[in-house]
C-alpha cells in the first residue's frame, strides 16, 4: 500500500473537548489494599476477566456514561493498560451500546462514526524483558488482537470496523532506531493498507524524539508523510506548556505549530501531570519524585487551598482552554471522575473558539471564577509565584551529565528514563539514539 496519508479525511471533524483515557480500565492506579481486595493478580489478568464482575460492570457503565451523558467521542486506550483489559472492557462496553441500539431501535443514536477509537502498539507486557517489541510480527499481531478486543471479542468485529488511529507507543524506548524506521512504522502502514485503522499517531514523553520521527520519516517517505496525529502527554499543564510555547527551529514557533503546518491532529494527555497536580503527594514511581519540580507542584498546590480552589480543577481547566488543542486525554475510572470533568468542560460552552486571534489568557478570563483567577494569576507568575524558579533556570547545568541535553527544571528527561530502563535490564543492547534537542541530532 502507498506510504502517504490521506491527509484531511481519517481523523473525526470534531473532537469532545474532553477525552476518555481508558488507562484506568485496569489494576494499574490500585493501591496494596485494593489489589489484595479485588485479587488482582487473579482475577484481573485479560484471561480471567469476567463483564459480570462488579468493577468491570462499573468500567462498561463509565464508557457508556461518557458517550451518552458527556457526548465524548475520543477513547484512547492500549494493550499496555492492564496488558490487555482496558481494551477488552472499552470492546465490551462499545459491543453493548451498540447492540442495545440495534435491539431497542433507540432513539438516542450513536453511530460508529461519531467515535474516535485510539489504540497503541509497541509496549505490552508488565516484564521488563518483555515489556516492548518493535518488531514487525508483534506490531501485526497486536494490531489485530486490538481489533478483536474492541470489537468485544467477536472476530467479525461487526460493531468496531477499524481502529481510528493505531499510534506507536513510548518509541524513545525502543533499542535502536533501525528497528521503528525499517520494522514498526512499515508495519503501521500495512495495518492501514489492510483497513485494519484509518490513521497512523504517534505518542511518548520527550517532544524531540516525536520531532526526531517525523522528520525522519518525512526525509524518508516525502513530503506527504504517514502520520495523522500526535498524543503528547506532560507538556502542555500547569508547570509546562512547552508544547505551545517553546520554539523548536526557525521555522516552527512550537511542537503544535509544527504539527498544524503539517496537517496533524494533536491531542494532549495528563494534564494533571500523573499526579503531579494534585492534593496528594507524588506518585512513588512518578520520574519527577524527589525533584525540584514535584516540591514546586506540592507549593503549588498549597496556594490554590489558601484561595480555597482545587489544584485539579484548575490544571483541568487550564488543560481546556487552549485555542490549539481541540481534545484533552483525561483518565478516568468512575462516573464521578466524568461528572467532574463534565461540569468544568461545560464552562467553555460559550466560547466561540472560531475566533481570529483567540488567546488562551482570553478563553481563561471566561471561564475563571474571580477566586481561581487570583490563583492562577499566582501559580503564573513568572517571579515570584511556586513554579518561578524551575521556569527560571531554563537549563540545568551541573546536574547534566556531558552526554544528555540539559532539561528544563519543569519538565524531567525521557530520553533518561529510557536510557535507564535498558540499562536495569542485564545483557540488554540498546543504542542511544534519541536526539535530546530539537536543533541538533546526538
Not at 485479587?39 to 469476567?50: R, W
Not at 467477536?154 to 513510548?170: E, M, P, R, T, Y
Amino acid at each position: 500500500g502507498s506510504l502517504l496519508a490521506h491527509k484531511g479525511t481519517v481523523l473525526p471533524p470534531k473532537v469532545s473537548i474532553v477525552g476518555l483515557g481508558c488507562s484506568s480500565f485496569s489494576t494499574f492506579f490500585w493501591t496494596e489494599k485494593e489489589q489484595e481486595q479485588e485479587d488482582a493478580v487473579n482475577s484481573f489478568t485479560p484471561e480471567k476477566l469476567k463483564p459480570s464482575h462488579p468493577k468491570v460492570q462499573e468500567w462498561i457503565s463509565t464508557v457508556h456514561y461518557a458517550i451518552l451523558n458527556c457526548k465524548i467521542n475520543v477513547l484512547d486506550t492500549a494493550p499496555w493498560y492492564g496488558h490487555g483489559t482496558s481494551e477488552i472492557v472499552v470492546g465490551w462496553a462499545l459491543e453493548e451500546l451498540f447492540q442495545k441500539q440495534q435491539d431497542e431501535q433507540d432513539t438516542q443514536t450513536v453511530h460508529r462514526n461519531d467515535l474516535c477509537i485510539n489504540t497503541k502498539v509497541g509496549r505490552y507486557e508488565a516484564d521488563a524483558k518483555l515489556q516492548f517489541d518493535f518488531s514487525r510480527e508483534a506490531t501485526l499481531k497486536s494490531a489485530r488482537r486490538s481489533l478483536e478486543r474492541l470489537g468485544g471479542g467477536n472476530k467479525s468485529c461487526n460493531f468496531l470496523g477499524a481502529i481510528d488511529v493505531l499510534q506507536l507507543h513510548d518509541p524513545e524506548f525502543a533499542a535502536t532506531l533501525d528497528i521503528l524506521i525499517q520494522e514498526t512504522i512499515p508495519a503501521m502502514v500495512e495495518c492501514r493498507s489492510n483497513g485494519w485503522c484509518k490513521a497512523l499517531g504517534l505518542t511518548g514523553y520527550p517532544l524531540e524524539v516525536q520531532y526526531q520521527i517525523f522528520q525522519i520519516t518525512l526525509e524518508k517517505y516525502g513530503d506527504a508523510s504517514i502520520w495523522d496525529q500526535s498524543l503528547t502527554y506532560c507538556h502542555f499543564n500547569l508547570h509546562d506548556s512547552s508544547l505551545v510555547n517553546r520554539r523548536i527551529s526557525s521555522d516552527f514557533s512550537s511542537f503544535a505549530d509544527y504539527c498544524y503546518k503539517h496537517h496533524m491532529g494533536l491531542l494532549t494527555a495528563a494534564p494533571l501531570s500523573m499526579g503531579l497536580l494534585t492534593n496528594n503527594s507524588t506518585p512513588h514511581w512518578h520520574p519527577a519524585n524527589g525533584s525540584k519540580l514535584a516540591n514546586a507542584c506540592q507549593n503549588a498546590a498549597t496556594v490554590c487551598r489558601q484561595h480555597n480552589v482545587e489544584i485539579t480543577t484548575l490544571a483541568l481547566l487550564f488543560a481546556f482552554s487552549h485555542p490549539q488543542i481541540p481534545c484533552t486525554i483525561v483518565g478516568m475510572k468512575n462516573v464521578q471522575e466524568l461528572q467532574t470533568a463534565a461540569t468544568l468542560a461545560r464552562r467553555f460552552r460559550d466560547i466561540d473558539w472560531t475566533l481570529p486571534g483567540l488567546t488562551q489568557d482570553a478563553v481563561l478570563h471566561q471561564v475563571l471564577t474571580e477566586v481561581e483567577a487570583k490563583a492562577y494569576q499566582i501559580l503564573s507568575d513568572k517571579l515570584n509565584g511556586p513554579f518561578a524558579d524551575i521556569w527560571k533556570e531554563e537549563h540545568v547545568g551541573i546536574e547534566a551529565e556531558a552526554n544528555y541535553r540539559s532539561v528544563p527544571l519543569y519538565q524531567w528527561d525521557g530520553v533518561r528514563e529510557a536510557h535507564n530502563f535498558w540499562k536495569g535490564i542485564d545483557g540488554a543492547e540498546y543504542e542511544e539514539w534519541q536526539w535530546k534537542s530539537f536543533s541538533i541530532a546526538p
